[in-house]
């Protein structure tokens, strides 16, 4: 390896991917190629701490990858992987939940709104959830993740935890882990529901105008932004923290991000001007971001044998890279190697 520094990355493939993934996450990922060592995974184990369809969750997690491809993260430059082909992810994950206490784990924002919404699952691998995370940051020595801002909290533990691990085992220096930095976007970090605009866009809402898929037919994906909620006030001001403006506020923050300005400037652009208007412009907006990547993924479609190469390559780099981790933590631990 080179001394480029490391990003690492992943989205967990537990339902189509949303404008939100996209703009909180991958679309960063992309600039990152150049300067950095980038490492980008399909989460499918996490996605198993809600109930999956098996054949729904394989063909997810490959049409993840063409997601990101499609995207423009190139295989040539970054290191694509399915997390499940690196038994690391597994092994690392265990060591690191005896040191993680219980008290952290149950203050996670997202274990008490997924445990909220499948009260008839709360299994203990939602709840260990930030922990297996920690252990795919932490197998390959990443600098920086870069998240949407709902992931922030899990970086936080991550940090928790190498930090804790370095302390016990590593009093000479020569720390085990890398203590990594999380990375937000500068617009587009928290991409709200369009239906309950004060709720974070998910993949796994029930309600599908909430949300946008990165796979919706373009005229779906139009009709959802101009029937996004609003109120009744009928004036494009960016206040972010005036929740009855939720719904503009998000709006300006998916052209935002999309186009690359800023919610104040797009929203001086049409002061004065109708909600309709406004909404019809960011749709246009967000179709002409999205047509490329669908035309892409349709392509790839055709490309099945490449995919998998793709997958095979990955799993045997990512192997090697995290391997040499969970071999360091085993020899501090004690284990007989
Ligand atoms: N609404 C969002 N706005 C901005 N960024 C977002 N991310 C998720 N939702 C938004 C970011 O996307 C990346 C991948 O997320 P994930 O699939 O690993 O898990 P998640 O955060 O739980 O995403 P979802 O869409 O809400 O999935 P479900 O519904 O399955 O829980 C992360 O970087 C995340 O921050």
Redesign the pocket.
Known sequence: MDDKKIIF???????N??????????KNWVNFQEDYNCIYAM?DM??IT?RQNPAELRKRTLDLLKIYIACGIDPEKSLLFVQSHVPAHAQLSWALNCYTYMGELSRMT?FKD?SARHADNINAGLFTYPVLMAADILLYQADLV???????QHIEITRDIAERFNSIYCKEGNPVFKVPEGFL?KS??????LQEPTK??????ENPKA?ISMLDDINVIANKIKSAVTDSEGVIEFRPDDETKAGINNLLTIMAAVTGSTEEKIAQEFAGKGYGDFKKAVAEAVVEEIKPIRKRYDELSESKDYLEEICKNGAERANKIASRTVNKVYKKLGFVL
């Open positions: 990355s992943g989205v967990q493939p537990s339902g991917i949303t404008l939100g993934n996209y703009l909180g996450a991958i989460m996490h996605a809600v997202q997924k870069p998240v949407g801002k709902d992931q922030m976007p587009g970090a928290k991409v709200m529901s974070k866009m998910s993949k796994s809402d949300f």
